[in-house]
């Protein structure tokens, strides 16, 4: 029996393939409950995905935060934790690591991303100032205004279009900062909120260029620029795939420049750093370290461990290094784009160019029949679970929230599910197993309804809010 010829990855792509710069050492056994039991844990958890237990996951895409395999190394790190109240060791070597690669002047760690996020609001925001950002993040939006701060989107347009392809959706329109900064002035602008990459735009990166003109017009005002580093290691290999002049550069020096044009990073380490815990703000202004030192005493824990186990400051020292290795980053982000060519190849709706963590699928193209305020990305991520027992998560109106002065739903116009990859943890074998359920829920795209919420709680209400089918 003659047989058709196969093709690898690399094949399809014209060229010798690649594989992932490490081997599987201990494995976490999988297993998929049948549909009727998926049916019933999704009611449940009221078809919010962040309710199912994990248990009844079978592929778990809900996010990349946390959720990273660590490597031997920093296993073997773990056990060199230094648990003293106060100077571990193990912060001194976050503290070199944090420097080395990302070269800011002080640090201070937190237990998670939003722990920096709370500190550097709280330091820097007063009642009635503007913090301008490319495209907001769920609780960076939140800290920033809990602190009486309006955050103001003044990402490029192209980015709020999940069909166009622009290399460099996370960019800052010039135009639409400078108006803010001449509307307010810029006493009441504390800082330019940075993402790199932009994660509800589908991670999408930021150019050297944009991020040198951005530098450049806050000078000419006196503003700062502080960034959300958390998947900055991601923005660089796009910035090296897609940049002239930095297609010959190592990631390690592409984030060294970059973060040469900001004042300071703050970081959710579960992400680009490859822990499942932790966080830190790091500064150049000796003033402002003051202030956060300060403050990370009453929120977090000592300034020497910030809620951090010394173990996991050692990880995640580890951890920082590792991120920035070539290879790593390129397998990283190749596994994202593998599962995003294989939905492309079968022109089922995501959003484009695919960034480095994620697929975006798009729901508004999935159901044109579900209204916005029926939820349709969350309907599509209870379907896609039903179909599967994959989990992703919603990224559309739910979190976007509501408008604190009007109360009213904000609408935004990217309305997603994400199914987002975590670092080092499935092979390419899972991704296929997720591109045939993407598949089959868009096939039964014409039978999903939408949802009705019968549960909304105060804030970051997609972590916990309830749905219910409409009929
Ligand atoms: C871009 C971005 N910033 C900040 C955070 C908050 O970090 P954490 O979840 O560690 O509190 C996240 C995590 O979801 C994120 O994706």
């Not at 003109?213 to 290691?233: K, P, Q, S």
């Not at 699928?361 to 994959?390: E, K, V």
């Amino acid at each position: 029996m003659a047989h058709e010829p196969l093709h690898t990855m690399g094949q399809q792509h014209g060229r010798r393939s690649w594989a992932e710069p490490w081997k599987i050492k201990m494995v976490e056994p999988l297993r998929i409950i049948p549909r009727e039991e998926r049916e019933k844990a999704l009611v449940e958890a009221g078809h919010n995905s962040f309710l199912l237990r994990s248990d009844d996951v079978y592929i778990d895409l809900l996010t990349d935060s946390g959720t990273n395999a660590m490597s031997d190394r920093q296993w073997a790190g773990m056990m060199l934790g230094d648990e003293a109240y106060a100077g571990s060791r193990n912060f001194y070597h976050l503290e070199e690591a944090a420097r080395t690669h990302y070269g800011y002047r002080y640090l201070v760690p937190t237990h998670q991303g939003r722990g920096a996020e709370h500190l550097i609001s709280r330091a820097l925001i007063k009642p009635g100032h503007s913090v301008p950002g490319n495209m907001y993040f769920t609780t960076t939006r939140l800290h920033q205004e809990l602190a009486g701060g309006t955050f103001v989107d003044v990402i490029i347009d192209e980015a709020h279009d999940p069909m166009t392809l622009h290399p460099f959706k996370g960019n800052v329109d010039l135009g639409k900062l400078e108006a803010l900064i001449k509307r307010v002035g810029p006493d009441k602008i504390p800082y330019v909120s940075l993402a790199g990459t932009v994660n509800m735009a589908g991670g999408q990166p930021i150019s050297m260029a944009n991020m040198k003109a951005v530098r450049a017009l806050c000078d000419t005002y006196g503003i700062r620029i502080y960034l959300d580093a958390t998947r900055m290691v991601e923005n660089v290999f796009f910035i090296q795939e897609r940049e002239e002049g930095y297609e010959g550069k190592s990631i390690a020096a592409i984030l060294r420049e970059f973060c040469s044009y900001t004042d300071g990073a703050w970081m959710s380490a579960k992400k680009d750093h490859l822990v499942n815990i932790g966080g830190w703000v790091a500064v150049n202004d000796a003033d402002l370290f003051d202030q956060l030192r300060n403050l990370v005493v009453i929120y977090e824990g000592l300034h020497t461990y910030g809620g951090m186990a010394g173990r996991d400051m050692e990880a995640l020292a580890i951890g920082i290094g590792e991120s920035v290795q070539d290879d790593h980053v390129r397998a990283r982000v190749g596994q994202v784009h593998y599962l995003g060519d294989l939905l492309l190849g079968w022109e089922i709706p995501i959003v484009v160019p695919v960034g480095g963590h994620a697929i975006f699928l798009d729901a508004r193209r999935f159901y044109p029949h579900i209204p916005q305020d029926q939820f349709p990305a969350q309907a599509l991520t209870a379907a896609l679970y039903l179909d599967s027992g994959a989990r992703g998560m919603e990224r559309g109106i739910v979190s976007a929230g509501r408008d604190p002065q009007t109360g009213d739903h904000r609408y935004p116009a990217l309305e997603l599910t994400r199914l987002a990859i975590p670092r080092r943890v499935y092979t390419q074998a899972h991704m296929d197993v997720v591109a045939e359920a993407v598949k089959a829920a868009y096939d039964g795209r014409a039978e999903t309804r939408g949802l009705k919420m019968i549960y909304e709680p105060k804030y970051l209400r997609f972590f916990q809010a309830r749905f219910a089918p409409l009929p």
